[in-house]
Every structure is written in structure tokens, then in C-alpha cells.
């Protein structure tokens, strides 16, 4: 089941940020995972979006969380509520991508994209500026299609 929580401005509605997450059972294992797919949002509404999906991960029983993103302002929030950074390397031990079996080895990701021709060559400086946000769509290839 895939769950969205918008935060709304009190004054006037406005919508400040959506999180969109989903929790899973590992095939074949008695564990469950929080997969958060969407994160976005303005600084006053990251602390509420991370604590619902926390919430909701705990309500659940999930053991772990993960999210693909390569904005470090959204980062953020993540990192302060207690995610990390995954390391890509066997020195600095290697976490599961995939869940549908789980899996522990690295799968690279594969980033096509296409900027407007004065950005193009610049998408580190915009990932940098936070005027960038790109998370993994992988058409959820690691999820049963049965």
C-alpha cells in the first residue's frame, strides 16, 4: 500500500511539501521496509513529512527505511531524523538495494536526463545549488510483477 501525506500552510492552505512512501514485506523473510519514493518540501515541512513516514514505518513493524535521492537539502532532514548515506563500497559495508528477494550487493544506478541547453554540463552546480532533485525510478524492478 502506498501512502502521500501533504503538509499544508495553516494561514492559507498552500501546500509546503508531500512524502510518498510505501512499506513492504521482503519476499521470503519476516521483514518489512519502509520505501520512501517521493520527498519534497519546504524546511517547515520536513521535520512533520520525516516523522509521519517514521510513524508509519514504526505502526508497521518495518526494521529498515530507504531513499534514492541526490538532492542534499532533502537529504537533510533524512540524515537529522537518522538515515545515512549508503556506502558503495565493500570497505564501508554494503546495505541492500533490493528487497524482492533481498539482495546485498550494489546495484549501480543509471541516470539519463536532458537539460535545457544553458544547464546542460551543470548538473552537479544545480544538485549543489538544491535546484535539482532526482530520486531512483527504476519502475520498481525489484518488486514481484505477479
Request: net charge neutral; proline share 6%; hydrophobic share 45%.
Amino acid at each position: 500500500m502506498t501512502t502521500a501525506v501533504l503538509r499544508e500552510r495553516a494561514s492559507d492552505g498552500a501546500v509546503e511539501g508531500i512524502a510518498v512512501w510505501r512499506i513492504e514485506q521482503v519476499r521470503d523473510r519476516p521483514i518489512r521496509v519502509l520505501r520512501i519514493v517521493e520527498f519534497l518540501g519546504s524546511a517547515a515541512a520536513q521535520e512533520v513529512l520525516v516523522r509521519a513516514a517514521l510513524d508509519a514505518a514504526r505502526d508497521a513493524g518495518a526494521a529498515v527505511g530507504d531513499f534514492y535521492c541526490a538532492s542534499p537539502r532533502v537529504a537533510r532532514p533524512l540524515a537529522q531524523a537518522g538515515f545515512a548515506l549508503a556506502p558503495t563500497d565493500a570497505a564501508g559495508g554494503l546495505l541492500p538495494s533490493r528487497f524482492q528477494p533481498l539482495e546485498s550487493q550494489y546495484f549501480p544506478m543509471t541516470t539519463l536526463l536532458r537539460l535545457p541547453g544553458a544547464w546542460r554540463g551543470r548538473v552537479q552546480d544545480l544538485l549543489d545549488e538544491g535546484r535539482l532533485y532526482i530520486t531512483k525510478s527504476d519502475g520498481d524492478q525489484d518488486r514481484p510483477t505477479s
